[in-house]
């Protein structure tokens, strides 16, 4: 999940009235400059006031570095590159097998898009793209806050295939309600965990631990993270929706994922073996809403709200046969080997694509495709 706003309208107002008397309440203002340390960028999500943070997840931290890019464009135009990682490279002075895109942001308040980058030596790397120039972020010198994710899965933690799980310290994030919300892994015992991260930083962190039913693996599941998520208003109740790799659809109330509680999420769908979703955002078209879910191994996915809030069961029966879908409905999108996704504006929505030729584009999509 890439960016959250679900504020009340009187509380917005609140902020921007307290804000004006006083640079003192500035969300930023207990921030430090320097260099945070980021040993990696596993996850980026935007929140108020052009922060951006960062989720490390060799570090096992979230970092909120104020980009001080609140500029508002007079438009915002499509988005259309090719040869985007080549362009990156050549900003490196290396090739395009050199490096690996993480993670893509866009500003809500700008409309710049961020994006990580992991050297072929592991050192993480910001860039923004403006228009069409792309430009290194410094990390070097930035004014920051760092918060540590408590109880993060161990750093030599493996799965069965001898996999590092750490890198699942931090799956996703996204802002949401004045707070950081983070998927991932701790080392629990039900290591399947989503946290509340309040912002500013403190020492207050809320963590509830999750149990699904995967129904393409047949089983009941507490160890594996929520890949991606949005929150979204179904029927006057705000619900964490979270997907998983073999692609579980859930819901979880947001009144339930309190601190030190194990909660049951409601598998609504089933969208297919085989395959791990990477990026859901919302769009709106004609007073009807929408979930866009782009996929490692299935073209990008489009879910009725209307579908989500009249679907009343759960699955609860194995989904045995190989790439066969239960569940809420969803329309495949001619959009297919999609790396990355985020919301635009309004009407628009970007993302990074592999083409069948094997280069990489960075396109926009409007909402005829809704």
Wanted: with cysteine.
């Amino acid at each position: 999940m890439k960016k959250l706003y679900v504020l009340p309208v009187i509380a917005v107002l609140a902020l921007i009235v307290i804000s004006a008397a006083t640079k003192k309440t500035s969300l930023t203002s207990d921030f430090t400059v320097g260099d945070p340390q980021v040993q990696s960028i596993n996850a980026l999500t935007f929140g108020p006031e052009g922060i951006l943070f960062i989720g490390d997840s060799k570090s096992a931290a979230v970092f909120a570095v104020d980009t001080k890019d609140t500029q508002k464009p007079a438009s915002v135009s499509p988005l259309r590159m090719r040869s985007f990682d080549k362009k990156i490279a050549e900003k490196l002075g290396t090739e395009t097998s050199n490096i690996r895109i993480t993670d893509m942001a866009v500003n809500p308040i700008s409309k710049n898009v961020y994006f990580s980058v992991h050297n072929s030596d592991g050192t993480p790397l910001l860039f923004k793209l403006k228009g069409e120039e792309i430009t290194p972020v410094s990390l070097k010198s930035v004014s920051y806050s760092k918060a540590a994710v408590q109880n993060a899965v161990d750093a030599d933690k493996k799965d069965r295939r001898g996999r590092s799980q750490r890198v699942w310290a931090i799956a996703d994030m996204g802002f949401y309600n004045g707070k950081l919300m983070v998927s991932g892994l701790s080392n629990k015992e039900f290591s399947s965990t989503f946290r509340s991260i309040s912002f500013p930083f403190n020492d207050k962190q809320d963590h509830a631990s999750l149990e699904i039913y995967h129904a393409a693996h047949a089983q009941f599941e507490t160890f594996a993270p929520i890949k991606t998520f949005t929150v979204a208003n179904i029927k006057g109740k705000d619900q964490l929706v979270a997907s998983y790799t073999c692609t579980p659809l859930v819901l979880f109330p947001m009144d339930d994922l309190k601190n030190g509680k194990h909660v049951k999420g409601r598998t609504i769908a089933e969208l297919g073996a085989g395959n791990s979703p990477l990026d859901i955002i919302t769009m709106e078209k004609d007073g009807k809403s929408f979930f866009i879910m782009s996929n490692s191994n299935r073209a990008v996915m489009k879910v009725k709200y209307t579908d989500v809030e009249n679907f009343q069961g759960k699955l609860t029966e194995p989904v045995l046969e190989p790439g066969k879908t239960e569940g809420v409905n969803y329309i495949s999108l001619p959009m297919v080997n999609v790396l990355q996704l985020d919301k635009l504006d309004d009407t628009q929505f970007v993302y990074l694509q592999r083409t069948a030729n094997g280069e990489m584009i960075l396109n926009t999509a409007n909402n005829r495709w809704l």
